[in-house]
Structures are given as structure tokens and as C-alpha cells.
Nanobody, 126 residues
Framework: QVQLVESGGGLVQAGGNLRLSCTAS????????MGWFRQAPGKEREFVAA????????VYGDSMKGRFTISRDNSKNTVYLQMNSLKPEDTAVYYC???????????????????WGQGTQVTVSS
């Protein structure tokens, strides 16, 4: 069992930056692929970014490329999402997720993840 706790959300003006963190319990963090998803009111959950456990290879959603950066520190059981140049349309609840044996392609699908955090709210004002 893996427990995930997100932090770092908040209110920021358009053009600002935020860094989200997600800390996992357990001793096998490095074996998990980690992903970030977001969900805005009335919309479906959307893939944001993912990072493989072994290779550290990353993949991003199209609207996040060049603005968001996912990284991980396996010594701290933590994955980060650095969000720059935020836009009002980035407003959502952001969730981190963990999954085993996820390829880069599979990382885009929320159903491929085994564990989810409770989410953290990000609000970008115009």
C-alpha cells in the first residue's frame, strides 16, 4: 500500500509560478512511475505529466509542455511539479498518482495508476 500526500497548491496570479509536491509512504518509491493529473469543475480528469521510476523519463500533456516540469527525489520519496507561467485555465485540483510497470504511453491514462493522493487546489486569477 502506498499513501500519497500532495502539498503546495494555492492562489496565484496569472503569469506566476507554483511548485507542487507529493510525498509517498513506503520503501519502494523508486520503482513507481509517478504522474500528475488535474481536474477542473465540470471537466474530466486531465493528464499533466509523468516520470518513470527507473529511467526518470518524463512525458507531458500538450498544454503543459514548456511551462511545467516534473521531477522526483527518490531519497525523499517525493515527486514535484514546477508550474511556471500559470494561466487561469490551469485552475484545477491537482492529483498525484503512483503506478507500477507503466510505460510512457500508459502514463497518460489515469486508469493505469494504482494509488492516488487527495488532491491540492490550484487557483490562478486573471
Amino acid at each position: 500500500q502506498v499513501q500519497l500526500v500532495e502539498s503546495g497548491g494555492g492562489l496565484v496570479q496569472a503569469g506566476g509560478n507554483l511548485r507542487l509536491s507529493c510525498t509517498a509512504s513506503g520503501r519502494t518509491f523508486s520503482t513507481y512511475s509517478m504522474g500528475w493529473f488535474r481536474q477542473a469543475p465540470g471537466k474530466e480528469r486531465e493528464f499533466v505529466a509523468a516520470i518513470r521510476g527507473s529511467s526518470g523519463r518524463t512525458v507531458y500533456g500538450d498544454s503543459m509542455k514548456g511551462r511545467f516540469t516534473i521531477s522526483r527525489d527518490n531519497s525523499k520519496n517525493t515527486v514535484y511539479l514546477q508550474m511556471n507561467s500559470l494561466k487561469p485555465e490551469d485552475t484545477a485540483v491537482y492529483y498525484c498518482a503512483a503506478g507500477l510497470l507503466i510505460t510512457t504511453t500508459q502514463a497518460l491514462g489515469a486508469h493505469n495508476y494504482d494509488y492516488w493522493g487527495q488532491g491540492t487546489q490550484v487557483t490562478v486569477s486573471s
